[in-house]
């Protein structure tokens, strides 16, 4: 057979020459075969092989050559295929020796039989050979050099154990489906959190069956299957991957996320986020609700006012509330005390309420905001106020102690005292205000002349505080007469504020604002070491000062006074600090041993406008004063028969106890003559002398000490 004869560097052979005019003959033709043969063997893309019944080489291609790094002078035909195998032994390709892999060949050439098998390389490539015996004795041996597709199917399986793996460890449970929408991948952890089987979700299912699967066996409740996958698709199809929150029968929350896979179909995740809804859910709540009472808190108040207003159709009332006496409760009967009685007010608020629509949030220490929706008309805002004033009225009883409170309410209403949140929170605490200076436990509606009052008020606080430093204060000084020797014995200072922009300002207008702002320690220091170093130049005279409650408290109080009195030299049996009822009336321990320890020193205490207060012989109990003085508005009513009654009862429990009773604001001759009548020991008022510069006292005790000496 005329086939191939491998030249150097070629395994093909070389095309004939003849030329076409000459008429075919059968040699022609197989020559042409022949041809068409070996450009066929040479073109194909795998090694071939071609051995006759004797195991000689016929024929190879230049792949073959190639696979097995053979030398194509050696691989002339006719080469025996032992020989072939030697030579691969020589150039050190075979991994075997040739014995052995002709061993392994010879079985498959002696039966004639096709057989596939792999040769791997001494240089690791592996080989794919397919062996197919030839009719007329012999065979064809294919080879496929077959290491790039191992390497990939390795890969790809080692890709799929990667998968695998990590399917199973995921913590969330997986769903991957194809283009057609059928399962085709779910991971232990979806079984896990469904607490299924296998067998319920089994591959190839769509997600209808899916979920028609899981509502029968229980794991969902029953949901609107259509719509859920109707939604389901048009998201994957606008590419959406939002999570959606998925309720599960059983109360858990599992959180579903769906990406779309490039090559169609879609990957669902499931994450089991209970624990952290419930978390969740649970700062929300706190951070929307007051810890001690329960109650919504002032950030979800204002949310839900500014909702509350934007669909409003109808009227809105909001109520600011204040607490009366509330700070003296939390003082005298401590903290926990004050709590419980918070929670109870909360309580009771919350009942008064009977819309369900309405809210009472807590902003904050006694204060309360509610909002009254569906209201059509003023009288039902009062009619909510007038029970709140009653049941907050209501003594509180805990085991062991009854509290009683009191609850001031401001209201203002939409839309007339404003559109938008801030300003009605506003004005219901101007109303509020109003309602409190009026004298507690009562409701004021919103006017907008309260809120010129709220501007001046805020003006005033303003310009206070710029007056101490530029020395706008003053004080002047009121002598105080001891009525059985005609001598005067002391002056109270009385301070004055001479403003530039107000003129002249009482001290009745300013004391308050500096008692709330709490300038009033610093102001009513500077008063206290003034007032020293003034009486400083009266030897004989004793010196009254004024003191507030919240001086009092302030706790740095007893180094200021023994401070004042080191710095100008008088001695504290000089001094008198004059206290009002409501400084005893603040029950707390630390004002009463402020009280004691300044006692201690020898100063005196003196209860100024005595009877203006509540049970005032109470608190003569808890606190032993050294002087009381009464006050004017009684001085002033002597000609009253009940009045001129009190005074001398006053002036005679004075007696009885020790205590020196002073007259204020005596103004005429008959004043006098009756508390000179009845033995009250002092008496100050314009009648003895109007409250005068530091430098008219002096020249009044010289004129006094010159009348005394002369008369
Ligand atoms: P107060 O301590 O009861 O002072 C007596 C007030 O009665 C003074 O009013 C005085 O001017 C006035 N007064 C005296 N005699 C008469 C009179 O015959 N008739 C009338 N109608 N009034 C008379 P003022 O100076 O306006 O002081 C008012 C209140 O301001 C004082 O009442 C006192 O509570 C407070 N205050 C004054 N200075 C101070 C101070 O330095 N510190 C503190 N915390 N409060 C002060
Ligand atoms: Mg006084
Ligand atoms: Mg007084």
């Known amino acids: 057979?005329?086939?191939?004869?491998?030249?150097?560097?070629?395994?093909?052979?070389?095309?004939?020459?003849?030329?076409?005019?000459?008429?075919?003959?059968i040699e022609d033709e197989l020559r042409e075969q022949n041809e068409r043969f070996s450009a066929a063997v040479e073109n194909m893309s795998h090694g071939l092989c071609m051995f006759d019944a004797d195991e000689r080489m016929i024929i190879c291609n230049v792949n073959y050559i190639n696979i097995f790094c053979l030398d194509p002078k050696v691989m002339r035909p006719g080469i025996r295929f032992l020989d072939i195998l030697r030579h691969s032994v020589d150039i050190g390709i075979a991994s075997q020796s040739a014995e052995e892999l002709?061993?392994?060949?010879?079985?498959y050439i002696d039966q004639a039989k096709a057989s596939t098998y792999e040769e791997t390389l001494s240089d690791g490539r592996i080989i794919n050979i397919s062996h197919r015996p030839l009719a007329s004795g012999g065979w064809v041996s294919i080879y496929e050099d077959i290491t790039e597709q191992r390497r990939a199917e390795r890969d790809l399986k080692e890709q799929h154990r990667r998968f695998d793996a990590a399917l199973a460890n995921m913590s969330q449970g997986l769903l991957m489906y194809d283009a057609d929408g059928r399962?085709?991948?779910?991971?232990?952890?979806?079984?896990?959190?469904?607490?299924?089987?296998?067998?319920?979700?089994?591959?190839?299912?769509?997600?209808?069956?899916?979920?028609?699967?899981?509502?029968?066996?229980?794991?969902?409740?029953?949901?609107?299957?259509?719509?859920?996958?109707?939604?389901?698709?048009?998201?994957?199809?606008?590419?959406?991957?939002?999570?959606?929150?998925?309720?599960?029968a059983d109360g858990r929350t599992l959180m579903i996320a769906r990406r779309p896979m490039s090559g169609g179909g879609w990957v669902?995740?499931?994450?089991?986020?209970?624990?952290?809804?419930?978390?969740?859910?649970?700062?929300?709540?706190?951070?929307?609700?007051?810890?001690?009472?329960?109650?919504?808190?002032?950030?979800?108040?204002?949310?839900?006012?500014?909702?509350?207003?934007?669909?409003?159709?109808?009227?809105?009332?909001?109520?600011?509330?204040?607490?009366?006496?509330?700070?003296?409760?939390n003082d005298t009967m401590g903290h926990p005390a004050g709590d419980w009685l918070l929670k109870s007010v909360a309580e009771r608020l919350r009942r008064c309420l009977r819309d369900e629509t309405d809210i009472v949030a807590r902003f904050g220490?006694?204060?309360?905001?509610?909002?009254?929706?569906?209201?059509?008309?003023?009288?039902?805002?009062?009619?909510?106020?007038?029970?709140?004033?009653?049941?907050?009225?209501?003594?509180?009883?805990?085991?062991s102690r009854e509290m009683h409170v009191g609850i001031s309410l401001g209201i203002a209403v939409f839309p007339n005292d404003g559109r938008d949140a801030d300003t009605l929170l506003k004005n219901a605490d101007t109303a509020l205000y109003r309602a409190k200076s009026e004298g507690r436990n009562l409701y004021r509606f919103f006017e907008p002349a309260m809120d010129a009052t709220v501007q001046a008020r805020r003006a005033l606080e303003v310009d206070l505080e710029t007056a101490l430093p530029r020395h706008e204060f003053d004080l002047d000084f009121q002598p105080?007469?001891?009525?059985?020797?005609?001598?005067?014995?002391?002056?109270?200072?009385?301070?004055?504020w001479h403003s530039p922009t107000r003129g002249t300002v009482a001290p009745d207008n300013f004391i308050p604002v500096a008692e709330e702002t709490g300038l009033i320690v610093p102001l009513g220091e500077w008063a206290l070491r003034k007032a020293c170093v003034a009486a400083a130049s009266w030897p004989s005279l004793r010196i009254a000062v004024n003191v507030s409650a919240v001086q009092l408290k302030s706790g740095g109080f007893p180094r200021s006074v023994i401070s004042a009195l080191a710095f100008s030299g008088v001695p504290a049996s000089r001094l008198e600090l004059e206290i009002t009822e409501t400084v005893l009336m603040d029950e707390s321990e630390t004002v009463l041993k402020t009280l004691r320890?300044?006692?201690?020193?020898?100063?005196?205490?003196?209860?100024d406008d005595f009877g203006t207060g509540y049970s005032s012989l109470g608190y003569l109990r808890r606190f032993p004063v050294d002087k009381i003085k009464i006050d004017r508005s009684f001085i002033r009513d002597i000609g009253n028969r009940d009045t001129a009654a009190i005074v001398r009862t006053v002036i005679g429990l004075g007696a009885e106890l020790g205590i020196t009773v002073t007259a204020e604001g005596v103004e005429t001759e008959m004043q006098f003559d009756f508390l000179r009548a009845n033995g009250c020991v002092e008496a100050q008022g314009y009648l003895i002398g109007v409250p005068s510069k530091a430098a008219d006292i002096q020249r009044l005790l010289k004129s006094r000490a010159l009348h005394s000496q002369t008369g």
């Open 183 to 248: 399962l085709i991948v779910r991971n232990q952890r979806i079984l896990e959190l469904y607490g299924v089987s296998e067998a319920d979700l089994p591959l190839g299912m769509g997600l209808r069956e899916l979920l028609e699967r899981l509502v029968r066996l229980g794991v969902y409740p029953p949901i609107d299957i259509d719509g859920e996958v109707l939604k389901t698709e048009a998201r994957l199809q606008v590419g959406q991957t939002r999570s959606t929150p998925r309720q599960l």
């Open 102 to 107: 002709y061993a392994i060949r010879k079985p």
């Open 480 to 496: 105080i007469m001891n009525i059985g020797s005609g001598g005067i014995v002391g002056a109270e200072a009385l301070m004055r």
């Open 597 to 607: 320890q300044l006692r201690g020193l020898g100063i005196r205490i003196a209860l």
């Open 268 to 329: 669902a995740t499931f994450d089991d986020v209970t624990e952290s809804r419930l978390v969740e859910e649970r700062m929300t709540h706190l951070a929307h609700h007051d810890t001690l009472t329960g109650l919504p808190n002032r950030s979800m108040l204002r949310e839900r006012l500014d909702q509350a207003l934007e669909d409003a159709t109808s009227p809105l009332a909001i109520f600011s509330l204040d607490l009366d006496r509330f700070k003296a409760i």
């Open 1 to 25: 057979m005329p086939v191939a004869d491998a030249k150097d560097g070629s395994a093909v052979p070389e095309p004939g020459a003849e030329g076409m005019d000459r008429p075919r003959s």
């Open 365 to 399: 220490g006694d204060e309360f905001v509610i909002i009254q929706s569906n209201f059509k008309d003023l009288v039902d805002a009062e009619k909510l106020a007038k029970r709140i004033v009653e049941t907050i009225a209501q003594p509180f009883r805990d085991k």
